[in-house]
């Protein structure tokens, strides 16, 4: 895509954080939009509940822009009545009232679950899981990109990435991420919808290997494993397919592979490399060098051709539903039933590299969210050498009153920054992929130790301002094999990160502001956490919200557009809480594109670097 090497070398990352992080990341994209950071940036990669915003707003092409994302509503327009309203009419195309719906389809992906158990025959697995069919409904259905049948690819292409789309089937759904935006697209000003390129995140589980997971990322021209592994069985990464090649056997006979990339690989076994060496290697003259120079490195290795039969297509619900399959990463389910049970993916994998595979290897890979390889799907970016990144990250704990190590694990082992003393004396504090500090850090770390205390003071200073809350920094950039991460280079990173802002806050009407303290009644602002709470603390909370529950309807004389339970904890909401209220999901969505306009000056000086 030469339109888009032609672009700033400018990456967004969506962080994951389920319902959170779809809210959050609404109103980041939507003042990143305000201030055509969208339209400059080259990439939007994301992770779990970024993702079902990057897959809907990347691949619609029916609703403009300014309507997808709505409105920004100054605090001082978000009285309860207000949020009320929004409950009773979201505009036709809003992503604000799809996330506000959202929760009905994906708490009954249990019941969905349980059908695709006892409809399914024993050791078998048929076309779209539970929980990716439920991200479907959720987040793809209002926008008509919902069809199990479907592919996905991208428009704007040098190359012959569709002649393979004009052989599929009739009746085969081809969703396209069009970078200058569609038909319909455009704002209602006229202006065109350009858009980043979408880079959504997953991961390959190994629950027998010691790494576990293994990073798999999911783009409108390529799809699989970035960094090159020889520990596994079948060995993962050593290039991409397109989308309608996932999910197939490996072809037979196997197609010759170009020379240049026989020997890269040859070069590498023989330095006894295990993974990132190639990318890593070569990464400096693809993206440094020009757009027109970039895109003949490039396409003098490409394309390899190949004829695969895939089991079936894999849909742009299943990218999403993989993204984000946190119960996949907290059971890692071994069995059959238990895949089926959990709705985890299970699809073919062959590594390109050594393409004509092995009869007697399996072929088949589980998939899970990609917050078991990066939370943050910052090194999605780093891998590509992005020199200037907007980490949006939708945290469920305070800085305030909080100890650095204490703090987000996702954020803190990008730094190498755990305290891996703790993985003997406290190991309860693992991760939810199970792995010790010490291995978060290893598989995690792409900048400097020392940095990661500036960045958190930095945090700390400017929530305690009142926000927007942020950092801004440039980091030499460790290589790290297993992201596949090339170092000895230069990042400025602009940390746009979710925590309470009193100044917003301050400025709400008074019922709103009422109800948020009435919700706060018996808990430290620094104790309330999503997920990080004590069980003390959550008790105070849900006798708290009890009376906020009083205050809101006495307000409005009905049931409460903002749940008290959900309130008490706002902005720290739960990853595992599947229902928002729509005036919640506005509140958090404000807060944050108030956070973004907020920092039009760092944008602009993220901007003017080269």
Not at 131 to 144: D, E, K
Not at 150 to 157: D, L, Q, S
Not at 428 to 452: C, D, I, K, M
């Amino acid at each position: 895509m030469p339109g888009l090497l032609a672009k700033p070398n400018l990456g967004i990352a969506l962080s994951g954080g389920g319902m959170r992080a779809a809210s959050l990341g609404l109103g980041w994209l939507r003042g990143l939009a305000a201030l055509n950071a969208t339209r400059a940036a080259r990439y939007l990669a994301s992770n779990s509940g970024g993702s079902w915003l990057n897959a809907a707003w990347s691949f619609q092409d029916a609703i403009a822009p300014d309507v997808f994302l709505g409105p920004f509503v100054p605090p001082t327009g978000l009285s309860l009545a207000a949020l009320a309203a929004l409950a009773r009419s979201a505009p036709p195309g809003a992503i604000e009232g799809v996330i506000a719906n959202s929760g009905l389809a994906l708490t009954g992906a249990a019941g969905a679950i349980l059908d695709a158990a006892r409809s399914l025959a024993r050791g078998e697995q048929q076309g779209v899981g539970a929980w990716s069919a439920a991200v479907g409904a959720a987040f793809l259905a209002p926008y008509g990109l919902n069809a199990d049948a479907a592919t996905f690819t991208a428009a704007g292409t040098a190359g012959p990435v569709h002649q393979a789309l004009r052989g599929l089937p009739p009746g085969v759904a081809v969703y396209t991420y069009r970078p200058d935006g569609g038909a319909g697209n455009a704002s209602t000003s006229g202006a065109a919808a350009v858009r980043p390129f979408p880079i959504i995140l997953g991961a390959i589980l190994r629950a027998d290997r010691p790494l576990g997971f293994y990073p798999f990322e999911f783009t409108p021209l390529y799809v699989g494993v970035p960094p090159f592994y020889n520990d596994t069985d079948p060995p993962l990464g050593g290039g991409f397919t397109d989308p309608a090649g996932l999910n197939s056997a490996p072809p037979a006979p196997a197609p010759p592979l170009p020379a240049p990339i026989v020997a890269a690989f040859a070069a590498a076994a023989a330095a006894g490399a295990d993974n990132g060496t190639l990318l890593a290697a070569n990464a400096s003259a693809a993206n440094n060098a020009s757009a027109a120079t970039a895109a003949a490195a490039l396409n003098a290795l490409l394309p390899l051709s190949a004829t695969v039969q895939p089991d079936f297509l894999v849909p742009l619900k299943m990218v999403a539903g993989i993204s984000s399959s946190f119960t996949t990463n907290a059971l890692k389910p071994g069995g059959k039933l238990g895949r089926e049970l959990t709705g985890t993916e299970v699809l073919r994998y062959w590594r390109p590299a050594d393409s004509g595979g092995d009869a007697a290897r399996p072929t088949f890979a589980t998939f899970a969210d990609g917050a078991g390889v990066d939370n943050t799907a910052v090194t999605a970016l780093l891998r590509r050498r992005v020199a200037r990144v907007i980490a949006c990250v939708a945290s469920d704990r305070s800085v305030l009153g909080t100890a650095p190590h204490d703090w987000e694990w996702d954020v803190a082992a990008l730094f190498g920054a755990l305290p891996e003393d703790d993985d003997a004396e406290r190991p309860e504090r693992r991760t939810v992929t199970g792995l010790s500090a010490a291995e978060h850090n290893r598989r995690l770390q792409v900048f400097p130790t020392e940095a990661y205390g500036e960045l958190f003071a930095g945090l700390q200073r400017t929530t305690a301002a009142g926000g927007p809350t942020h950092h801004l920094a440039t980091y030499t950039v460790l290589p790290n094999a297993h992201q596949a991460a090339p170092g000895g280079w230069q990042v400025t990173v602009l940390w746009v990160v979710n925590q309470q802002a009193a100044a917003w806050e301050a400025a709400l009407p008074r019922d709103t502001a009422e109800a948020l303290r009435a919700s706060w009644l018996g808990v430290g602002r620094a104790d309330r956490g999503g997920d990080g709470g004590s069980h003390a603390a959550e008790l105070v909370v849900n006798a708290a919200a009890s009376g906020v529950k009083d205050v809101v309807q006495d307000a409005l004389g009905a049931e409460p557009a903002v749940d008290p339970l959900e309130l008490a904890k706002d902005p720290f909401i739960s990853t595992g809480d599947a229902n928002l209220s729509p005036g919640v999901v506005r509140l958090l969505g404000q807060q944050a594109m108030w956070q973004v306009l907020g920092l039009a000056a760092q944008l602009d000086a993220l901007l003017a670097r080269e």
